[in-house]
Nanobody, 125 residues
C-alpha cells in the first residue's frame, strides 16, 4: 500500500499563492504517477494536475494552466503543487493521489488507487 499525506492548505486572499505538499510512504517503488484533484462544496472532484513518477511529463487542467505548477522530489517521495494567482473559484479541498503499477490516464480519478485525506484551500475575494 501507499500512504499519502497532504499539507500546505490555508486561507489566502485572491491573487495569493500557496505551496501544497504531498508525502508518500509505504510501497513508493510502485508509484507510476501522482496527481492533484480538488473538490468544491456541491461539486464533483475534478482533475488539477499530474506528473509521471519518471521522466518530465506533466499535465494540467485548462483552468489552472499558467497559474499552477506540479513538481516532484523522488528522493523525498513527495509531490508539490505551487498555486499562484489564486481565484475564489479555486476554493476547494485539494487531494493528492497515486497511480501504482503502470501509468494510465492522468486526468481520470478512477485510475488512481491511493488518495490522501485532503487539504483545504480557501481563497477570499
Amino acid at each position: 500500500q501507499v500512504q499519502l499525506v497532504e499539507s500546505g492548505g490555508g486561507l489566502v486572499p485572491a491573487g495569493g499563492s500557496l505551496r501544497l505538499s504531498c508525502a508518500a510512504s509505504g510501497r513508493t517503488f510502485s508509484i507510476a504517477a501522482m496527481g492533484w484533484f480538488r473538490q468544491a462544496p456541491g461539486k464533483e472532484r475534478e482533475f488539477v494536475a499530474a506528473t509521471r513518477w519518471s521522466g518530465s511529463s506533466t499535465y494540467y487542467a485548462d483552468s489552472v494552466k499558467g497559474r499552477f505548477t506540479i513538481s516532484r522530489d523522488n528522493a523525498k517521495n513527495s509531490v508539490y503543487l505551487q498555486v499562484n494567482s489564486l481565484k475564489p473559484e479555486d476554493t476547494a479541498v485539494y487531494y493528492c493521489a497515486a497511480q501504482t503499477g503502470y501509468y494510465s490516464r492522468p486526468h481520470v480519478a478512477s485510475e488512481y488507487r491511493y488518495w490522501g485525506q485532503g487539504t483545504q484551500v480557501t481563497v477570499s475575494s
